[in-house]
C-alpha cells in the first residue's frame, strides 16, 4: 500500500478513535446517571434498569470497536496494515474504505464467521 494511503487511512482511524472516545465516554456516563434514588413504582425502576442496560452495552460495543482501531494503528505502525491476518493476501481497497480497522480479507472473515457459527 502506498505511503499517501497509509496515511489517509491513518488519519482516518484517528478520527474514528477521537468520535468513539467520546461516545463510549458519554454513554458509560449516561449509565451511571440514569439511576436516581426519589421512590419509584417497579415499571419506573424497571425502565431505568433498562435504559442503564442499554448504555453499558453500547458502551462495551464501543470499546472493542475501539480495540479493532486501535490494533488496526498499530498495524498501520508495524507495516502489516492492509494485509489480511489469515491469508496474509492484501484486502481488497473498498473493504478497508468501509471498514478502515478490518483485519481480514472478505473470503477469509466469511469462513471464520461459517466456522464460529457451528
Not at 431505568?48 to 494503528?73: C, N, P, T, V
Not at 484486502?91 to 469462513?111: G, K, N, Y
Amino acid at each position: 500500500m502506498k505511503k499517501d494511503q497509509l496515511k489517509r487511512f491513518q488519519q482516518l482511524l484517528t478520527k474514528q478513535k477521537q468520535d468513539l472516545t467520546a461516545s463510549v465516554s458519554d454513554e458509560e456516563r449516561e449509565g451511571r446517571d440514569a439511576v436516581t434514588v426519589e421512590a419509584k413504582d417497579y415499571g419506573d425502576m424497571a425502565t431505568e434498569a433498562y435504559g442503564q442496560e442499554m448504555s453499558f452495552a453500547i458502551s462495551d460495543a464501543g470499546r472493542r470497536s475501539l480495540k479493532d482501531i486501535e490494533d488496526a494503528l498499530l498495524r498501520i505502525r508495524d507495516g502489516n496494515f492492509g494485509n489480511c491476518e489469515r491469508c496474509t493476501k492484501p484486502i481488497d481497497e473498498a473493504r478497508l474504505e468501509a471498514v478502515p480497522s478490518a483485519r481480514m480479507c472478505i473470503a477469509c472473515a466469511e469462513i471464520v464467521e461459517k466456522e464460529s457459527s457451528r
